[in-house]
């Protein structure tokens, strides 16, 4: 049934014009998808996830700067991933507690602020236990974002429609390559590793005033009383079958990220090929691509069902990384083809996984379950992280071996969750607890 809270999306606006018929009458009013400050809220939350995204994201392409800058080895490397993961995953317990009894908004801003000051520490590291600090702090805070934006996406927004906001909120994923990759990458080579992370910080502050000034209160979830303490209420929400299908899930849809991302630029470097000076350009041209094809993959989950929409994403991926973690050198024209898509199957993946999620939890647990379900993919995308790291290890000339192991692995995990989101979808068919 739909949502009737009075934070459910608008059906219809009165006083838009129909379109003119034949005969010179007009038509019905055609309803309005979004209203002004839905579409704001969508935009801000996927400026968040971006700066979110990015700093995460920019690890990847500066690994090939900071391995020889702070004298590490993949490893290492691999643990600075995994610090962030790790953090992020304790955070995510440790919140979701409590994530249902505060307004989202000033849960949002709490940690958004936490973030920030952790991605400042990151833009003053002088050696590499600093850096693997700051990037348990920027962990603690940034780990949680995730989750408050989507209980807020599925406060205000209907089932029907949260494949299109998926999509564009997963833009940000496109958008960090677009902008923010190729943008840090130059300010990297000019100015020091340092400077991405003081731009993203930067950034960061201006989109949190931001949320002060124009979000609202997001407090309908607070009307549903419950007297659970916080732990009873995480012991509820660990404990149900449903949830927990859907925690298992997000524990092997983390897995591909966390293994192959974190040396991508490595082995686009060593192994194929690829310039520094044509990195931002790989980077940039593929997500390009991403940005528009991730709000059409969006829709299309709406449209065709967000389950066979994982189903094509998965098969173009699989298809992809296979051939990917097995490419020796590479003329740059083949491997962007081959990136748009990979990282269309990704998106794919993403955005309709995303969705079907949203699907699970009963209003009075979402902030609980998304926290909980962030908090799996944080800790089990930091044990990817170090398992990839002791998987590759650095050959001659800086090459990365055995990195088509990674890929193989990745599928495995891949089939699975297609066999674990089946049941997943079946219950969000039949079980519609969120839209109640």
């Known amino acids: 049934m739909a949502n009737t809270t009075p934070n459910s999306i608008t059906t219809a606006t009165p006083g838009i014009a129909g379109d003119i018929q034949a005969d010179g009458t007009a038509s019905a009013p055609k309803a309005k998808l979004f209203t002004s400050y839905q579409v704001f809220i969508i935009a801000i939350i996927a400026i968040i996830q971006f700066t ?53 908004k000033k849960l949002l801003l709490f940690f958004y602020a936490g973030f920030i000051l952790g991605t400042f520490l990151c833009a003053i590291a002088p050696d ?9 702090v920027t962990g603690l805070f940034g780990g949680v974002i995730s989750s ?12 029907e429609v949260r494949g299109r906001v998926m999509g564009f909120t997963q833009m940000a994923f496109a958008a960090s390559q677009v902008l923010g990759l190729p943008i840090g990458l130059v300010l ?22 931001a949320i002060v000034i124009y979000m609202r209160p997001i407090t309908e979830h607070l009307k549903l009383k419950s007297d659970r303490n916080a732990f009873v209420h995480l012991y509820k929400t660990v404990s149900q079958p449903a949830y927990l299908k859907a925690f298992v899930a997000t524990t092997l849809l983390a897995t591909g990220g966390f293994m192959l991302m974190p040396f991508g630029s490595a082995f686009s470097i060593h192994n194929l090929g690829v310039t520094l000076q044509q990195l931002p350009w790989l980077y940039f041209i593929t997500g390009v691509a991403s940005v528009v094809l991730g709000p059409l993959t969006g829709k299309l989950s709406d449209k065709i069902g967000k389950y066979n929409m994982f189903c094509i994403g998965t098969i173009i991926t699989i298809v992809m990384v296979v ?53 799996v993919q944080q800790i089990s995308g930091g044990i990817a992280a170090m398992v990839a790291g002791l998987i590759v290890y650095e050959g001659y000339g800086g090459r990365l071996e055995r990195y088509n192991v990674l890929g193989y692995v990745v599928i495995a995990a891949m089939l699975v969750v297609v066999y674990l989101l089946y049941f997943i979808n079946l219950y969000s068919q039949y079980y519609p607890l969120s839209l109640i």
């Open 52 to 104: 979110v995204i990015l700093d995460f994201m920019v690890l990847s392409p500066l690994g090939a700067l900071l391995m020889p800058k702070l004298h590490i080895v993949p490893r290492q490397f691999g643990l600075v991933v995994s610090a962030y993961a790790f953090s992020a995953g304790a955070a995510g317990l440790l919140t979701a507690g409590f994530a249902d009894k505060f307004d989202r």
């Open 148 to 159: 408050v934006g989507l209980a807020i996406i599925t406060d205000l927004f209907r089932m």
């Open 323 to 375: 051939i990917y973690t097995n490419l020796g050198i590479t003329p740059f024209w083949v491997l962007v083809v081959i990136n748009i898509f990979l990282f269309t199957g990704i998106m794919a993946r993403m955005i309709s996984a995303g969705a079907l999620m949203t699907a699970i939890p009963i209003p009075s647990e979402r902030g609980s379950f998304m926290s909980v379900n962030s908090s």
């Open 188 to 209: 990297a080579n000019r100015y020091g590793w340092h400077s991405p992370f003081l731009m993203v910080g930067t950034f960061g502050a201006l989109v949190g005033i």
């Open 128 to 136: 590499y236990p600093f850096l693997l600090a700051a990037r348990i």
